[in-house]
T-cell receptor, first 113, second 111 residues
Framework: EDQVTQSPEALRLQEGESSSLNCSYT??????LFWYRQDPGKGPEFLFT???AGEEKEKERLKATLTKKESFLHITAPKPEDSATYLC??????????????FGKGTLLTVNP | DAGITQSPRHKVTETGTPVTLRCHQT?????MYWYRQDPGHGLRLIHY???????DKGEVSDGYSVSRSKTEDFLLTLESATSSQTSVYFC??????????FGAGTRLSVL
């Protein structure tokens, strides 16, 4: 059974205090690792896709990396507006070009001013 | 929300009544998905569609049915709602089947 585990469940940072979120996965036939951000009462917002080990992607203060067993979301000098739940999902091909996504439970990030 | 509209946004219903949730997209994407999100669980796939009239089951499909008669609309029906179906339901779309974009969600309470 495919599994995605995110840690920690919750993380409190002071503004400017850099840290990392972890996503470990066992997904058979992984084709992509996806990161989303979710604000309270809203749908997940796509951030990154990583397709192969060693790949890195950056967006503003966020950088996502991928190894064969896990992915990290590094947050550099976070601001209060980075507070959200960050979701990780492993994608495996499931019929044609469709990906079946297995989601983790998320990490709730709070950045205090 | 990437041209995705979910309706209604909130609904309260009683056990045993039928409920239909609607997802409408303006992106002309091929793939559409229904997920549910519950505390203590990740997002879980209910059903998905890979074209008009083409649908398939996800991991938590029992008690749910779907229909897609037009590219832009994907309906999720609970034939006889139960309290265990109280959840937040998200629709997602994808052009090529990999990156999925999500709607704002429908909060459903079954009393």
């Amino acid at each position: 059974e495919d599994q995605v585990t995110q840690s920690p469940e919750a993380l409190r940072l002071q503004e400017g205090e850099s840290s990392s979120l972890n996503c470990s996965y066992t997904v058979s036939g992984l084709r992509g690792l996806f990161w989303y951000r979710q604000d309270p009462g809203k749908g997940p917002e796509f951030l990154f896709t990583l397709y192969s080990a060693g790949e890195e992607k950056e967006k503003e203060r966020l950088k996502a990396t991928l190894t064969k067993k896990e992915s990290f979301l590094h947050i550099t000098a976070p601001k209060p507006e980075d507070s959200a739940t960050y979701l990780c999902a492993g994608g495996a091909q499931s019929g044609g070009s469709n990906y079946k996504l297995t989601f983790g439970k998320g990490t709730l990030l709070t950045v205090n001013p | 929300d990437a041209g995705i509209t979910q309706s209604p946004r909130h609904k309260v219903t009683e056990t045993g009544t039928p409920v239909t949730l609607r997802c409408h997209q303006t992106e002309n994407h091929r793939y559409m998905y229904w997920y549910r999100q519950d505390p203590g669980h990740g997002l879980r796939l209910i059903h998905y569609s890979y074209g008009v009239k083409d649908t398939d089951k996800g991991e938590v499909s029992d008690g749910y049915s779907v229909s897609r008669s037009k590219t832009e609309d994907f309906l999720l029906t609970l034939e006889s709602a139960t309290s265990s179906q109280t959840s937040v339901y998200f629709c997602a779309i994808s052009e090529s089947g990999d990156i999925q974009y999500f709607g704002a969600g429908t909060r459903l309470s079954v009393l």
